[in-house]
């Protein structure tokens, strides 16, 4: 089992910043890749970024490569994303995840274990 708690969402203009934090306990970390999805009001969740056990391996979804920045605090079981740039499309309830690691397959597919979520909201 593991337990994620998400925290440092709420409003922002756009292109300003936020930086939303992730807890992470309960299991051996080592075996998840800990990851961002979101979900907007009348959309599918998304995968946002994701950053494996060694935090050697990053994904960013498309959208938002070159703005959002994922770290990985290991011995403190904490990952963040760092987000710039915001803009009014990236509105929307940010959920942290955590996803078996499983040899030979792509990370950032979908959380085994989610976060209760946060919400960002960027308006002017």
């Known amino acids: 089992q593991v337990q994620l708690v998400e925290s440092g969402g709420g409003p922002v203009q756009p292109g300003g910043s936020l930086t939303l934090s992730c807890a992470a306990s309960?299991?051996?970390?080592?075996?998840?890749?800990i990851g961002w999805f979101r979900q907007a009001p009348g959309q599918e969740r998304e995968a946002v970024s994701c950053?494996?056990?060694?935090?050697?391996?990053?994904f960013y979804a498309d959208a938002v490569k070159g703005r959002f920045t994922v770290s990985r605090d290991n011995a403190k079981n904490m990952v963040y994303l760092h987000m710039n740039n915001l803009k009014p499309e990236d509105t929307a309830v940010y959920y942290c995840?955590?996803?078996?690691?499983?040899?030979?397959?792509?990370?950032?597919?979908?959380?085994?274990?989610w976060g209760q979520g946060t919400q960002v909201t960027v308006s002017g």
């Open positions: 995840v955590a996803e078996l690691i499983i040899q030979h397959q792509p990370m950032c597919v979908w959380g085994d274990y």
């Open positions: 309960g299991d051996d970390m080592n075996y998840y890749v």
């Open positions: 950053i494996s056990s060694s935090v050697e391996k990053t």
